[in-house]
């Protein structure tokens, strides 16, 4: 069985997808200011797909190393926070959950990389483990970060280069691929976000499928702050500022539950 679709498991986002998902073949940027958890919200994407769908996923995490990742996974799976462990105020309960989520993570076809020499290194390494282990979803945490050659390039044309290279090995692999991405300063002190404020270049709005704009309420996570009956979370904006096929300018909110390192 070969999916059409990787669903990201969050049902707003999923409606206002063309395809219900990413679908293969397409590229989805993320893009956020930083410490706006859009890492964290990838890694959702990736947990959920894994364990609802079992499709085999690779990350490439340039800032995270294996252990931290499978660490944030493992808070986004049990919904338990790992800062409990140091303070001694975990639960038996907690316990239990977390040994359930460690097993089910060890059972999953998850891969990790650190390091790539570039993006024809990058595109190698995902060329192999698709061949190898029928990976479906790749994440590239994140684009500013594949390393490129300074005598070849400048940033903006590097960046360039990186995304259409990313775009042809999802078509050529056939794989969903979400692409993170930063987003310039201007973008971080206005009061919404644009396309021109991705980061670096104009050729990554080209070469996306799907364009996920996400930033808090008010520009500020300290205001973005509420609370429900599940807890404390940040009430993250979120806007598809592109949408091939569909329809785009599409707003809705994620609730981020930072201390279960969930998105709903």
Same mark, same amino acid.
């Given at each position: 069985? #070969?999916?059409?679709?990787?669903?990201?498991?969050?049902?707003?986002?999923?409606?206002?997808?063309?395809?219900?998902?990413?679908?293969?073949?397409? +590229? !989805? #940027?993320?893009?956020?200011?930083?410490? !706006?958890?859009?890492?964290? /919200?990838?890694?959702?994407?990736?947990? =959920?797909?894994?364990?609802?769908?079992?499709?085999?996923?690779?990350?490439?995490?340039? @800032?995270?190393?294996?252990?931290?990742?499978?660490?944030?996974?493992?808070?986004?799976?049990?919904?338990?926070?790992? =800062?409990?462990?140091?303070?001694?105020?975990?639960?038996?309960?907690? =316990?239990?959950? #977390?040994?359930?989520?460690?097993?089910?993570?060890?059972?999953?076809?998850?891969?990790?990389?650190?390091?790539?020499?570039?993006? @024809?290194?990058?595109?190698?390494?995902?060329?192999?483990?698709?061949?190898?282990?029928? +990976?479906?979803?790749?994440?590239?945490?994140?684009?500013?970060?594949?390393?490129?050659?300074?005598?070849?390039?400048?940033?903006?044309?590097?960046?360039?280069?990186?995304?259409?290279?990313?775009?042809?090995?999802?078509?050529?692999?056939?794989?969903?691929?979400? /692409?993170?991405?930063?987003?310039?300063?201007?973008?971080?002190?206005?009061?919404?976000?644009?396309?021109?404020?991705?980061?670096?270049?104009?050729?990554?709005?080209?070469?996306?499928?799907?364009?996920?704009?996400?930033?808090? @309420?008010?520009? !500020?996570?300290?205001?973005?702050?509420?609370?429900?009956?599940?807890? @404390?979370y940040k009430n993250m904006i979120y806007k598809l500022a592109k949408n091939r096929e569909g329809e785009r300018d599409l707003i809705g909110s994620f609730k981020f539950y930072n201390q279960y390192g969930r998105f709903y």
């Amino acid at each position: 069985y #070969v999916p059409n679709v990787v669903k990201t498991h969050i049902d707003h986002l999923d409606d206002k997808l063309n395809e219900g998902g990413i679908g293969m073949g397409e +590229v !989805c #940027v993320i893009a956020a200011p930083t410490s !706006c958890g859009k890492s964290q /919200l990838a890694l959702n994407i990736v947990s =959920r797909s894994l364990e609802k769908q079992k499709l085999p996923a690779l990350i490439f995490s340039f @800032e995270m190393p294996q252990k931290q990742v499978i660490k944030r996974m493992l808070h986004a799976i049990s919904g338990v926070n790992p =800062r409990l462990f140091k303070s001694g105020k975990v639960t038996e309960v907690q =316990r239990d959950r #977390v040994r359930e989520s460690s097993k089910s993570i060890e059972g999953m076809n998850i891969f990790t990389s650190h390091s790539v020499r570039d993006v @024809e290194d990058l595109v190698i390494q995902a060329r192999a483990l698709v061949r190898k282990n029928g +990976v479906k979803l790749i994440v590239v945490d994140y684009l500013q970060l594949v390393p490129w050659d300074a005598k070849k390039f400048g940033k903006v044309s590097a960046v360039s280069d990186i995304s259409h290279k990313i775009k042809q090995m999802a078509i050529e692999l056939n794989v969903a691929v979400i /692409l993170l991405s930063q987003i310039n300063r201007e973008g971080s002190k206005g009061t919404g976000l644009e396309l021109y404020h991705l980061r670096d270049s104009g050729d990554i709005e080209n070469d996306a499928d799907v364009i996920i704009m996400m930033y808090p @309420e008010s520009m !500020c996570m300290n205001k973005a702050s509420k609370r429900d009956s599940i807890g @404390e979370y940040k009430n993250m904006i979120y806007k598809l500022a592109k949408n091939r096929e569909g329809e785009r300018d599409l707003i809705g909110s994620f609730k981020f539950y930072n201390q279960y390192g969930r998105f709903y």
